[in-house]
């Protein structure tokens, strides 16, 4: 009897482990402890956040002229980064929506897109969701902008991401996702800026979609997380990547869709394209209680914090785009 216990304890050990490296995929890569802040500004960060959160709130789907201003606002930042600027227009349900995009480097061969939605659910500020994310967005442009890289990097601002349209072919991800498997576009990874500004270092401050995902991960929310599909092996890619630009602890998980949250903004359109995608966030409303109310305001967030994880994809993108 004793032998078996013994047996069954081994037997959950391994499991445990074997789960963890499944779903965590640990990585020796040390953080970087170099202060990075001030390579992005982080001043520029707020006024971004501020201006879609504030000046143009609401900017849901029936707010279309609040969703055009910020479009426009999008487009002129796009259009100072010595890129391609382009609308992408689409009608659903009799009025006019637009994605935002800006081409940097190189015009032909392979892509890395990098996006964010712009659109916000009900009547609310949205400043972490997603206004954090569209700042990170035009940030990570200006850091490209005057670069040499080797490969195409498109940058995104989608809209209708939230509800009514969310998980239709409505969202501005699927329209954009779909027109570049049409054009049998070579993407080799698509990230997705989806809330990056919401950090606490409170203890029990950070929750979980399971129980036994607790024992893998933080319970203080002040890291930054990468989603990836189960098999995939781009969130380790992008960990390890972004973990040497930055103090923020980058932690990621490869998972289902099933679970909740996993495919909840506008990579899970490029999944479905076959693509590889990944989602850059600050894990939403597991940590962020403010998430789709009238708390979701541009002092909760961050700023610090927000410029270390920006620079950090931008120097990550740089350097792949030049290993591709």
């Known amino acids: ?163 009514p349209y969310f998980a239709t072919s409505a969202m501005g991800s699927y329209i954009h996702a779909e027109n570049e498997k049409r054009l049998a576009s070579d993407i080799k990874i698509m990230l997705s800026l989806e809330m990056i500004g919401y950090y606490s270092e409170l203890e029990d401050s950070q929750h979980y979609p399971l129980k036994l995902l607790e024992i893998f991960y933080p319970n203080q929310g002040n890291f930054i997380a990468i989603v990836d599909q189960t098999f995939s092996n781009w969130g380790l890619k992008v960990k390890r990547g972004l973990s040497k630009y930055m103090s923020v602890p980058v932690y990621s998980i490869n998972a289902p869709s099933i679970i909740p949250g996993v495919d909840f903004s506008d990579h899970r359109n490029y999944w479905k394209q076959g693509y590889d995608a990944v989602m850059i966030t600050d894990t939403s409303f597991y940590r962020n209680m403010a998430y789709h109310t009238e708390n979701d305001v541009a002092e909760n967030l961050n700023y610090n914090k927000m410029a270390e994880v920006v620079y950090a994809v931008s120097a990550y993108i740089e350097n792949l785009s030049n290993e591709i």
Do not use: C
């Open 1 to 163: 009897m004793i032998k078996f216990f013994i047996g069954i304890s081994i037997f959950l050990i391994f499991l445990l482990f074997f789960l963890w490296f499944v779903i965590a995929r640990p990585t020796l890569v040390q953080q970087n402890q170099f202060d990075r802040k001030g390579a992005v500004d982080k001043k520029l960060l707020e006024t971004h956040v501020r201006i879609l959160s504030e000046k143009y709130s609401p900017r849901n789907y029936q707010n279309i002229e609040n969703l055009n201003a910020v479009a426009n606002y999008i487009k002129k930042q796009f259009e100072g980064m010595g890129g391609t600027v382009q609308e992408q227009k689409y009608i659903v349900d009799g009025d006019e929506y637009k994605n935002i995009i800006v081409a940097l480097g190189p015009s032909e061969g392979a892509k890395i897109i990098v996006g964010a939605h712009y659109d916000v659910a009900g009547p609310y500020p949205g400043a972490d969701d997603n206004a954090s994310g569209i700042a990170g967005l035009i940030e990570v442009a200006r850091q490209l902008k005057d670069k040499s890289l080797k490969t195409n990097i498109t940058l995104v601002a989608y809209t209708l991401e939230e509800p």
